[in-house]
């Protein structure tokens, strides 16, 4: 049965939810409209890095971890490093995106979040009802992020590469990153047939994100994904 009724709903609450709220919620256009966004998670951890570029200044500035301006790009036997403005090289906590939406979201008066999950999405001429752990809402429109296609796994036509990533943020008792300079592609390792390369964003001489990244047909064991020994030692 329909309970609520709302003119847009918005389903999860994560880079594009987060983003279209706020600019519905900005934008005089909606200012006498309600907004449901709904999100089946109640806390939010600090799940991914975000990194972009971007031309100038921008909306996230006030957010973020470090920027850059000279990116590095390393072969077996070439470094190239380039300056890149006007534009950066950008990163964000997940955290800091997250934290920062939900607080302008807190005082919007069109836009309503609720942590439910959903569990179905019905469309029929006139609204839309989508049915969560909680309740069923009825919109007049429905913007979806839940990313449910069919495995790419399942198609003959073209071959598939999975892109394995695994990173560690580190901490050094010395020196060890040109802190101004962000290695994008860093080949000079070991291929073994395939693609692979580091990827470092320092954030000062001595801490920063290493990760580690190649692509292959099947995914890897977790446990091949991690470092055996614990403690790394720096020459
Ligand atoms: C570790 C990591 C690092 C990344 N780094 C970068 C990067 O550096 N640069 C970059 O451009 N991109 C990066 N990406 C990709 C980027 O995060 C995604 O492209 C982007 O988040 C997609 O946005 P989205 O809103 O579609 O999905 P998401 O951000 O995944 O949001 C979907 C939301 O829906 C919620 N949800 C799921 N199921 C339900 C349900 N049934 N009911 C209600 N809510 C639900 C989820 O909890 C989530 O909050 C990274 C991704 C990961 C995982």
Redo the contacts with the bound molecule.
Sequence with gaps: MVQDKFDYII???????LMLATAMDQDPFFASNRILL????TTRSN??????WEKGSGPYDSLLTRQWEEIKFKGVNQVLIKNIQPYSYKTLRGQDFYSFHYQNLEESNIVTLRH????SIEESENFVAVR?TAQTYSGSYVFN???TPPSPKEQKKYPLIQQH?VGWFIRADKPIFQENVATFMDFSLPQKSNTRFMYVLPFSENEGLVEYTLFSKDLLEVSEKFLKKKKVVFP
């Design positions: 389903i999860g609450a994560g880079a594009a939810g709904l999100e089946k998670q799940d991914r890095t975000w990194s972009y439910e999950a959903v569990l969560t992020s839940l990313f990533f």
